[in-house]
Nanobody, 127 residues
Framework: QVQLVESGGGLVQAGGSLGLSCTAD????????VAWFRQAPGKEREFVAG????????LDADFVKGRFTIARDNAKNTVNLQMNGLKPEDTAVYYC????????????????????WGQGTQVTVSS
């Protein structure tokens, strides 16, 4: 069992930056892939960025390439998402998710690959 808690959301102007953190409570956190998803009102939850179990591999959605950076610190059981150059269309609730153990090495972009989810943190970007 892995429990995830997100923090760091808030309100920022377009072009600004925010850093999100995902802290895990679970002994297996260092063995699993983790990703950030987001969901805007009326839209489906979508993949934002992911990182494999040891941090050697990351994957970004096309719409965040060059703007967002995902990183993890397994000693602290945390995964961070640094978001720069924010746009109003980035407004959403951002969720941290831990993948099923079978997907520890290859980052998955579909929600069904993720067994554990945080409660979400709101990110609002004003124009």
């Amino acid at each position: 069992q892995v429990q995830l808690v997100e923090s760091g959301g808030g309100l920022v102007q377009a072009g600004g930056s925010l850093g999100l953190s995902c802290t895990a409570d679970g002994r297996t956190f260092g063995s699993i892939a983790v990703a950030w998803f987001r969901q805007a009102p009326g839209k489906e939850r979508e993949f934002v960025a992911g990182i494999n179990w040891n941090g050697a591999s990351t994957l970004d959605a096309d719409f965040v390439k060059g703007r967002f950076t995902i990183a993890r610190d397994n000693a602290k059981n945390t995964v961070n998402l640094q978001m720069n150059g924010l746009k109003p269309e980035d407004t959403a609730v951002y969720y941290c998710a831990a993948a099923r153990l079978a997907y520890r090495a290859v980052i998955q972009t579909t929600t069904r690959a993720y067994a554990y989810w945080g409660q979400g943190t709101q990110v609002t970007v004003s124009s």
